[in-house]
């Protein structure tokens, strides 16, 4: 088992920045692929950026990139996704899932565990 939990997430104004973690417990965290996902009401679950388990080689949605850094610290058990030039569109409740795949999907349902969420509010 492996335990998720969410923190940093906030009310900022359009163009301000916001920094997302990810602690995990139970398991050996650095086996697992970890991405943040994020959801809208009324939209279904959507990749947001995915971290290789060893190499670290990272995978972002085509809207978030150049503006959203995810990066992980294996010995702190720690994920992280810095947020930078948030949108009103970025606003959606943020999860962090850990995925014991050998590759990094972009697909909800590839990962084993999921946080609680942090809800990240942009306002225009």
């Known amino acids: 088992q492996v335990q998720l939990v969410e923190s940093g997430g906030g009310l900022v104004q359009a163009g301000g920045s916001l920094r997302l973690s990810c602690a995990a417990s139970?398991?050996?965290?650095?086996?697992?692929?970890m991405s943040w996902f994020r959801q809208a009401p009324g939209k279904e679950r959507e990749f947001v950026a995915g971290i290789k388990r060893i190499s670290g080689m990272t995978y972002y949605q085509d809207s978030v990139k150049g503006r959203f850094t995810i990066s992980r610290d294996n010995a702190g058990n720690t994920v992280y996704l810095g947020m930078n030039s948030l949108k009103h569109e970025d606003t959606a409740v943020y999860y962090c899932?850990?995925?014991?795949?050998?590759?990094?999907?972009?697909?909800?349902?590839?990962?084993?565990?999921w946080g609680q969420g942090t809800q990240v509010t942009v306002s225009s």
């Open positions: 899932g850990a995925s014991s795949s050998l590759v990094l999907a972009n697909h909800p349902n590839a990962y084993d565990y």
């Open positions: 139970g398991r050996t965290f650095s086996l697992y692929v």
